[in-house]
């Protein structure tokens, strides 16, 4: 299957020491040579099929990680570089940090490291190429997964995940303030 | 490439007449083997260039099949989009690029081709525009000033063209069995520099580029995605073809040998593209405008001139 | 005097009923029928006079000069007489208004001119027997289709508009029936330009289109319209000046005298025969030479050719039909008209000369000033936002182009110019009245205001992207005629005129993709204001875009059955078989390619299935395509501009150059003219002729 052979990436960096983004960018380097394998770093969701996430998720980015996400075409394979990107690292329980990529979106494939190392993420994103496949092959067969919310919205009122608080949800809300501490919060815990 | 043709068929003779057209065997060749060859030849070239690039930057590169395998790719992709008219603009364009190489190759009149050519491009720009994406837009703006840059020059070949062997048509042309090359060595030159902002190579890649410099994101093509990506790439392989088939008409007039010297020196121009492309960095498009203009007035305007004198002097 | 003489007389009797009609209710049916008569009027006596055999491959017989009016010549008197009447009280009319408004200039070019003439009719004129005071041939008649189609279809539109227009414009009194008074006016006296043989007719026309233009630029009386209003009457008082002094040169120079345009002509072209026939290519005897050159310099005027272009700008602050009709498709078209009808006079010499094209004498006043027009005309197109300017400038280059070719004098380069003449009129009427629609709905002009014109008034929009493509873009009519016209160039061997030609192009393309694009974008957000248009508005709209398509469709049958008789007629020794370097095959593919882009709109416009995703700004669009998140969460609106490239091409500079240039133009030919008057003149005296 060609996706096999022409994954293109899109690379973003949440907020963190920027190591991991370092590693990423050095894979491209003639010392690795990411294009070898038919890999491009786009910059630009429309054209890509990888999404490579480093660094810690905080609730500033959340909207734009889900909204790149959204504007990459289906198949799409999400790749967590780095403890950070993984499970929120050593920012874990910091007031604005979610815990981990895949509180926000979908992820298939985690490479762990502090930092990264670029055999480590070139690994990952080799091995990611296979859900790749069998995510086209679900996509040739018709299923076309959902958009996932969030991302921004114009107008209104935004909860920290960047998600529009709809009346509904603002009501919700009110009854959870109630009930007390929210799933968010006792999974930190 | 119509006498290499008629070796090959035989006889040249009339097919059909279409609205007073007579349409030629060999016409009808040459134009289908484009359609159908073109976009292998291109894609093999672009395949070529990246691993030429690669190389020359210490990189093992990606495999010489490596654009089809990202067209395929593309094409089975879900298709998003940000508006409606995106796609039929890029069509058109496609449509456009295809008939003006068909033209090229089946010896039709060369200002035609070149008039059809910039349609397709003007319809690109429009792909770009339609989107009103901030970085599709100022691709489409850059790749207009691009346009604007290269087109006198390539119009000036065409008029040498004419001068040199008295007839438009790109049949005529190369089965003059007059070696033109000695006549419009300064348009060559110019239009070898131009071809350069043509195939959006550094230090001429306003629009878009292939390269990592990302301010632009990906310019032009930013908002395509998926089918429509696919074909833009598509595009610009015929388009490929086509200007490198004009570098190829400076030299063929009809003998077999100078066939081979076209053959080889549109591929070695291409190669100097590829290198001039890894050893300069972007310049500003003031640079582009004027230096494009410049050579246009320089060895275009300056050979015109010298044409113009050998015929009228010495009736050449 | 000819039933021919219905088109002038027609279109007065309504300006006078327009003038009488008060209100709406009356001149609404008025304009329109007397639009549709007009037009009517205009294609019957086109059809009887091309024949029926337009449709049929061209079979060989020549043009037929109708010469009217031999047997009225007590007629043809009387109407010469009102005439001068006529002149002469308009004349002082402008020298009163001149006193008003304090305008020195022009109580001074009309003092020397009209004086001048009246002398002349009265003494040397009243010997001189005229043949034929009108003469009609093909070219004639396209010109009159053009007047009478195009024209009354943008005075019908005016009825939508001035609508408009008076509303916006509350207070003081109505005054629709002077505007409606004077396009129909205006009308008359076109149809007299392009049929008149008699110059001191033609003059007389000439100065009614000039006296019209004067007053509806100064329609608004704005203290910018008033201005405008007599920047443009002394610029067109300048070039009636040259045309009565070349009356003046014909009437007692030439032979023993003649008033006849075609007699001039013809005695050109014979010299220039016999010429040839004696070996020495091209040369054409000097009084011809010296007439075409005051006519030539008269149409420059009329055509707004640098450096003279200012007032053609200027004239963008009259009501859009007046700049649609008077501005763009008829009255510059005039100045045009003239020197395309003196083609056989100009030309270049293709043999060898030192330095390319330059041959002094008419051809090469008007090559000249046409090609640097064209050139710099287009560069300063590039830095306008406005679009009547933009349009304006477009007009001024194409008409620059239109007379390039002229002065070229081949039969091949004067074909393309009278295609050019024929797609420029209908595809800038049809833009002018695009815009005159898009500024009474959103109300503004300017080019940065049309964003996202595609979701708020999409019929109109799909409109002007027709009428942008057909003014630069394959496979439309303008484009052939300006491949036809590099086409002649090349072979005439002027290597200037090509390169202002390649290099303006070029920058033509920019200008009008950056509108186009503008045009096209989606912009989100945006509601459909449309149903406000005006429903004559929406007819002459739809009706000049299907006319655009249609002439780029048919043009290969119209060119066969009609134009190239014509050059056939006035060139001697052409045949059909020139016609060939822009063949029949690239013709018919061009056509086919129009219908192919239609066929393409039909099947891939807005058919896109797919998810709909918001436009990319970095991950931070508010998903409305119109905001991005910025700094500290701030709500930021995305604008997006246009290219102007000010810095490079700045407007004062590019006309300053091409101003120059045409001065330096003006100054050998202006020379060479003078040192050829004293000869003649000394000659005369002398007891010559």
């Known amino acids: 299957m060609s996706i096999k052979k022409s994954p293109w990436i899109i690379h973003y960096d949440c907020s963190s020491c920027n190591g991991c983004d370092i590693e990423m960018l050095a894979c491209l380097t003639p010392m690795y040579d990411l294009e070898r394998f038919g890999i491009v770093n786009t910059g630009n969701p429309k054209h890509a099929d990888v999404f490579i996430v480093t660094g810690t998720v905080n609730t500033q980015n959340i909207p734009v990680v889900k909204q790149i996400y959204n504007q990459m075409p289906n198949p799409k394979v999400v790749i967590a570089v780095g403890i950070c990107a993984a499970t929120g690292g050593i920012f874990r329980g910091c007031y604005n940090v979610v815990g981990g990529l895949d509180h926000v979106i979908p992820v298939d494939m985690y490479v762990p490291g502090c930092a990264a190392r670029p055999e480590a993420i070139i690994d990952g994103i080799m091995k990611s190429i296979d859900i790749l496949a069998e995510k086209q092959a679900a996509l040739d067969e018709g299923v076309v997964p959902e958009e996932i919310c969030g991302g921004y919205i114009y107008e209104g009122e935004h909860d920290e995940h960047g998600t529009l608080i709809t009346d509904e949800d603002a009501d919700a809300a009110e009854e959870e303030q109630d009930v007390g501490a929210t799933p968010d919060q006792e999974e930190q815990e | 490439m119509d006498n290499a043709l008629v070796i090959f068929f035989g006889a040249d003779r009339v097919l059909f007449v279409f609205f007073g057209t007579e349409v030629y065997m060999t016409h009808l060749i040459g134009a289908v083997l484009y359609i159908v060859l073109a976009p292998f030849a291109g894609g093999l070239i672009a395949g070529l260039d990246r691993k030429v690039t690669a190389q020359m930057q210490g990189r093992h590169g990606p495999p010489i099949l490596q654009p089809f395998y990202d067209v395929a790719k593309l094409l089975g992709k879900e298709k998003i989009t940000v508006s409606n008219g995106q796609d039929f603009y890029v069509m058109c364009s496609l449509v456009f690029m295809v008939i003006s190489g068909a033209f090229f190759f089946a010896g039709s009149n060369l200002l035609m081709t070149i008039f059809t050519l910039t349609a397709g491009s003007i319809f690109l720009v429009l792909a770009g525009y339609a989107s009103n994406s901030p970085y599709a837009q100022l691709g489409a703006e850059r790749e207009m000033l691009q346009i604007m840059s290269y087109e006198p020059m390539i119009l000036l070949s065409a008029v040498g063209f004419y001068m040199a062997t008295g007839s438009f048509n790109v049949g005529d042309i190369v089965t003059s069995g007059r070696f033109v090359f000695p006549y419009l060595a300064g348009m060559f030159a110019g239009y070898v520099f131009v071809l350069i902002i043509k195939m959006r190579k550094s230090p001429f890649d306003l629009s878009m580029s292939h390269h990592a410099h990302q301010e632009l994101v990906k310019g032009l093509t930013t908002e395509f995605s998926g089918r429509t990506l696919a074909l833009s790439e598509i595009i610009h392989w015929y388009e490929n073809v086509f200007l490198l088939g004009f570098v190829f008409i400076f030299f063929a007039n009809g003998e077999p040998r100078f066939i081979v010297l076209g053959v080889l020196v549109a591929l070695v121009c291409y190669f100097v593209i590829v290198f001039i492309d890894n050893s300069f960095a972007r310049m500003k498009w003031q640079f582009t405008l004027k230096s494009a203009w410049m050579v246009t007035l320089v060895f275009g305007g300056g050979n015109l001139f010298v044409l113009y004198y050998l015929r009228a002097v010495f009736q050449v | ?689």
């Open chain 3, 1 to 689: 005097m000819g039933i021919i003489s219905l088109l002038i007389l027609i279109p007065i009797v309504i300006a006078v009923l327009l003038l009488v009609a008060k209100c709406d209710k009356l001149r609404d049916p008025i304009v329109i029928a007397g639009g549709i008569v007009i037009a009517g009027l205009s294609i019957y006596f086109a059809v009887t006079h091309f024949g029926i055999d337009v449709f049929k491959p061209w079979s060989g017989e020549s043009v037929d000069f109708f010469g009217f009016a031999a047997e009225a010549q007590p007629l043809a008197e009387s109407v010469g007489n009102v005439m001068m009447v006529v002149k002469v009280a308009l004349a002082i009319l402008v020298v009163v208004m001149g006193f008003k408004y304090r305008k020195p200039l022009v109580i001074v070019l009309t003092v020397i001119q009209t004086p001048l003439l009246v002398w002349f009719e009265t003494t040397k004129g009243r010997t001189i027997s005229v043949e034929s005071h009108i003469n009609v041939d093909n070219f004639s008649l396209i010109m009159g289709l053009i007047i009478g189609v195009v024209g009354s279809m943008v005075c019908i539109y005016a009825v939508g508009y001035m609508k408009d227009f008076a509303r916006h414009q509350s207070e003081g009194k109505d005054k629709r029936p002077f505007f409606f008074f004077l396009m129909f006016i205006f009308l008359a006296a076109m149809f007299g330009i392009v049929i008149s043989n008699n110059m001191l007719w033609m003059y007389f026309f000439w100065e009614i289109t000039t006296i019209c233009s004067f007053f509806l630029i100064g329609y608004t009386k704005t203290d910018e319209a008033i201005r405008n209003s007599f920047k443009a009457l002394t610029i067109n008082l300048l070039g009636g000046l040259s045309f009565a002094c070349a009356i003046i040169v014909m009437g007692n120079y030439f032979g023993p005298g003649t008033l006849e345009l075609s007699a001039v002509i013809e005695n050109g072209v014979m010299f220039q025969s016999q010429m040839a026939a004696q070996g020495s290519a091209n040369a054409t005897e000097p009084i011809v030479s010296l007439i075409a050159i005051l006519l030539a310099f008269a149409g420059i005027t009329k055509a707004a050719q640098m450096p003279f272009q200012g007032w053609i700008l200027g004239a963008m602050v009259a009501p859009t039909p007046v700049s649609a009709l008077l501005h763009s498709s008829t009255m510059v078209k005039a100045g045009v008209f003239l020197i395309v009808k003196l083609a056989p006079l100009l030309g270049f010499n293709t043999a060898f000369s030192v330095v390319p094209g330059f041959f002094i004498g008419p051809g090469f006043l008007v090559t000249f000033v046409g090609g640097i027009t064209f050139l710099f005309a287009s560069l300063a197109a590039l830095s306008q936002s406005n679009a009547k300017r933009v349009l304006a400038y477009s007009t001024v280059a194409n008409l620059g182009l239109i007379i390039a070719c002229a002065g070229i004098g081949t039969p091949e380069a004067v074909w393309a110019a009278i295609m050019l003449i024929i797609f420029h009129a209908v595809t800038k009427a049809l833009l002018f009245l695009c815009v005159g629609t898009v500024e009474h709905n959103i109300g503004s002009r300017d080019i940065e205001d049309m964003d996202g014109l595609f979701g708020r008034m999409p019929r109109l929009a799909t409109i002007m992207i027709i009428g942008i493509a057909a003014m630069f873009l394959a496979p439309f009519g303008m484009l052939i005629s300006k491949w036809a016209a590099l086409q002649a160039v090349i072979d005439s061997g002027n290597i200037w005129v090509m390169l202002s030609l390649v290099f303006g192009s070029s920058a033509t393309l920019f200008y009008w993709t950056k509108w186009l694009g503008k045009t096209t974008a989606v912009v989100a957000g945006k509601e459909s204001i449309e149903e406000k248009v005006h429903y004559s508005e929406w007819g002459i709209l739809g009706g000049l875009t299907a006319f655009a398509i249609l002439i780029t469709m048919t043009f290969p049958f119209y060119s066969r059955g009609i134009v190239v008789p014509y050059l056939i007629g006035a060139f001697q020794g052409t045949s059909e078989r020139v016609f060939t370097s822009l063949s029949m095959d690239n013709m018919v593919i061009m056509i086919v390619m129009v219908v192919l882009i239609i066929i393409l709109a039909l099947l891939f416009y807005g058919k896109t299935s797919g998810r709909v995703v918001p436009i990319y700004m970095a991950g931070v669009n508010e998903g409305d395509n119109l905001t991005f998140v910025g700094a500290r969460q701030k709500d930021i609106p995305i604008t997006l501009r246009n290219w102007y490239l000010k810095e490079m091409f700045p407007e004062e500079s590019t006309n300053r150059i091409g101003n120059i240039m045409v001065y330096v133009v003006f100054a050998i030919v202006f020379s060479y003219a003078a040192f050829m008057g004293i000869t003649l003149y000394g000659y005369v005296i002398g007891g010559g002729f």
